[in-house]
């Protein structure tokens, strides 16, 4: 079992840290853990409904969405996309569009439903077990994400938020150590490694997984002056982002205020993984288009979702030119398969290769969903001994 992953993304407003797994098959099955990945990427709260179901119990963003309304459209995920449910029609949606993988991530309050206390349950168990099944059977890869922002009540009562000092960042899992500027600025605030922990923790990670969408320009605020403002960041550091420079936008905008498109932005951020990390193996664990309800009057449900297709095709691009140039990227997850639960923004933004109807749950293809079949059928060969090439080297 590989271990790992740390990956920051914008979404919503939030920063977002994720630690992944993946399940390698056995020898005997037909995909080699070299086989490069294309599949697409979900999330437990966002998808699963089923709140209360075989024993499960609350987690933080079940108790978040029926008690703030903090919620644009006021809704919550007790249903959503009801995969719990219909996870054995979902499994053939993707076999519809020919991936090998699926990300998903596991609900800890649905296997710990009472945190640090009592049993695990085996519902939970079961659930997962019964999707993985499903997914092996048709030669679809598990992927899976740790926790993908939902933990059980229980622990936010105990730890507080989810951003606490419990979890981890990405430098020192892979030199033993903090970066020297953040031991500089916050130093104090950082815990201290004995030398038999750094042993352990220098390159404790199998990949590193990158969640991106957009890319901003950003102003360091420590050593020089930026003016509040809405995009003005203290919790990770003080830093301006900014996706224009005096009034030139970066990348093309879209319906959502954080999503720009700047697929060089993807080349970046692999070349500096790549160099950072001596070419630690990558994974692109996320990567989307999404669009704002109401944005297409004349169509609201887009099915011919033509922005989606020419994004993800600048960005599948933009990966495959990483991997010519030496990059071990081993996978490309697209966010997502199915329009689901946003997490603030409710149903109100869309992400899905497929459209869901969330009053018959009906889910139906839009033009992308072909489209990435397409890509998948004509790119995967070349793209599979390409990677071979790197990883061999
Ligand atoms: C709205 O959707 C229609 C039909 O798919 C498309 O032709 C049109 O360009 C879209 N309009 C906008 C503003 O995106
Ligand atoms: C969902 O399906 C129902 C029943 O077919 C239909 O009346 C409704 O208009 C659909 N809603 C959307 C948003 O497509």
Redo the contacts with the bound molecule.
Sequence with gaps: MGFSILAVKMKSAFLQLLISFSLLLSPCQSLSPQTFLFGTASSSYQFEGAPLADGKGLSNWDVFTHRSGGITDGSNADIAVDQYHRYLEDVDLMEDLNVNSYRFSISWARVLPKGRFGEVNMGGINYYNNLIDALLLKGIQPFVTLCHYDIPQELEDRYGSFVSHEFQFLEPLIFGRYPRVMEEHVGNMLPKFSSNEKVKLKRSLDFIGINHYASYYVKDCISSYCAPGQWVFRSHGTFDLRDDKDGVPLGETTSLVWLNVYPLGMINVINYLRDRYNNTPMYITENGFGDGVGQNTTNE?NYYDFKRIDYMDAHLNAVLQTIRNGADVRGYFVWSLMDNFEWNDGYTVKFGLYHV?F??Q?RSPRSSASWYKNFIQKNSHNINKLAKLHQAA
């Design positions: 449900l109807n009053t018959t009906k």
